[in-house]
């Protein structure tokens, strides 16, 4: 009896979600995780510049230091070089 009480719960629950409803308890902390992925995440996402040199590569091969992406180590270094 109990287990059908927790499907019918869950079913109930996919269905709100799946016609765009939210479950405050669940999704408040989904949300919070997001938010700080968001402001990380633009300008990472799919393919990214490096911030050196300008060549595109794909988020995997991105190397993000200091919020900036960039190719390869040698950039990263070159582009601490010119700030000094
Ligand atoms: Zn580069």
């Known amino acids: 009896m109990l287990l059908r009480v927790i499907i019918l ?14 479950i405050p308890f669940i999704d408040k902390k989904e949300e919070k995780e997001t938010d700080v992925e968001k402001d990380f995440g633009k300008q990472i996402q799919g393919t990214s510049e490096c911030a050196f040199c300008g060549i ?16 390869s180590n040698d950039c990263v270094e070159k582009s601490k070089r010119l700030k000094r």
């Open 56 to 71: 595109y590569m794909t988020e995997d091969d991105a190397l993000i230091y200091h919020r900036k992406a960039y190719c």
């Open 9 to 22: 719960i869950i079913i109930a629950g996919a269905i709100y979600r799946f016609f765009g409803g939210k």
